[in-house]
């Protein structure tokens, strides 16, 4: 069966830190992979997809970038966090397009100090 | 991405209570609906999806209807329990191309004993 595995589940950074959130899936092989971030209390909002290794398709510019060094492995990083990207943030995979849905991981809460 | 408020639209029954959560789309050309369900500090899980060639489509306990015409989609809870106080997402996609799910807003339920 296909799992999704996300850490660290928290994390407390100060200003100006770097971030680097991992996620993976097992049991699928090319899987659609996906980053949102979720504010206290708000919907989704989709940061970045992957359809392939080294494809990234960025939906919102912020301070945020991701990376898909490996078909299953799927990374969110940020150089220098601002205390705007405190939030949960999801990662999810799909078949394909997804039309059977997506499969969420358990979720990083961050809080930037 | 999704601009909501900070206050989630919330429902509130009283348990056996059948609750219905509602959810207005955009896309006049989505196809493909999806319901999730948001436990506090979770990623969301799937409950149940339509095509758009249904009007209809039940799971145990929930049923799902779908209005293309008012592009409008709502889920049914029926003999609603404690353990279905959650936050729940319409999400929408197109099949054809490449497009990702575009989530709702969100709508908290609240059941109490």
């Known amino acids: 069966s296909q799992t999704i595995h996300q850490w660290p589940a928290t994390l407390v950074q100060p200003v100006g830190s770097p971030l680097s959130l991992e996620c993976t899936v097992e049991g699928t092989s090319n899987p659609n992979l996906y980053w949102y971030r979720q504010a206290a209390g708000r919907g989704l909002q989709l940061l970045f997809y992957s359809v392939g290794i080294g494809q990234i398709s960025s939906e919102v510019p912020q301070n945020l970038s991701a990376s898909r060094p490996q078909d299953r492995q799927f990374i969110l990083s940020s150089k220098k966090l601002l205390l705007s990207d405190s939030g949960f943030y999801l990662c999810?995979?799909?078949?394909?397009?997804?039309?059977?849905?997506?499969?969420f991981g358990s979720g990083t809460r961050l809080t930037v100090v | 991405g999704e601009n909501v408020g900070l206050h989630l639209p919330t429902l509130s029954v009283q348990e056996g209570d059948n609750s219905i959560i509602n959810c207005a789309y955009s896309?006049?050309?989505?196809?493909?609906f999806i319901w999730y369900k948001q436990e506090s500090g979770k990623g969301p899980q799937f409950i149940i999806d339509?095509?758009?060639?249904?009007d209809k489509r039940q799971g145990q306990r929930v049923t799902v209807l779908l209005n293309k015409t008012v592009k409008h989609l709502s889920l049914q809870i029926a003999a609603t329990q404690p353990g279905d106080s959650a936050v729940y997402f319409c999400a929408e996609n197109m099949s054809g191309g490449y497009s990702t799910l575009t989530f709702g807003k969100g709508t908290m339920l609240l059941v109490s004993p």
């Open positions: 896309n006049s050309a989505s196809d493909y």
């Open positions: 999810a995979w799909s078949v394909g397009q997804g039309l059977g849905g997506y499969t």
């Open positions: 339509i095509r758009s060639n249904m």
